[in-house]
């Protein structure tokens, strides 16, 4: 297996990691750990309007998206699928993130170590794709 792939399925694994530890907190009604930022902060860009997508948490999106990239990389490797879908969620990924990283410096005023940790999974993902395939 190439190594960009191994690189992309590694990061996508940690992006699941992530989004599920924000899902079982925010189906147990928990505040999550909030390394790096002060926990006020983690709370109200969790708690926020801002977190959900239709009704859902950003979180569960997230999931799908990783979960997506790490499937569609295996299909890939076994030729069963093209890479432009990969591709396709990471950009839109990474999108997101920005977009999320937008929301939490000008309109939240407030940082999440999650959140920003899923924004820089997606920036190594893009750099992987755009410069090392």
Do not use: H
């Not at 990061?11 to 599920?20: K, S, W």
Request: proline share 5%.
């Amino acid at each position: 297996m190439p190594g960009y792939l191994i690189t992309i399925i590694t990061l996508a694994v940690i992006g699941m990691l992530n989004t599920n530890y924000l899902i079982i907190k925010k189906i147990k009604r928990q505040s999550v750990w909030c390394p790096f930022f002060p926990q006020e902060w983690c709370n109200k860009v969790n708690d926020s309007p801002q977190s959900k997508i239709f009704g859902f948490p950003n979180s569960l999106a997230g999931l799908y998206m990783y979960s997506g990239i790490m499937v569609l990389s295996l299909f890939f490797y076994y030729s069963i699928v093209p890479f432009w879908p990969i591709f396709a969620l990471i950009v839109i990924g990474f999108c997101f993130s920005t977009y999320f990283l937008y929301i939490q410096k000008f309109v939240l005023k407030a940082f999440c170590t999650w959140c920003v940790l899923s924004a820089v999974e997606f920036t190594l993902l893009s750099i992987v794709v755009l410069f090392f395939r």
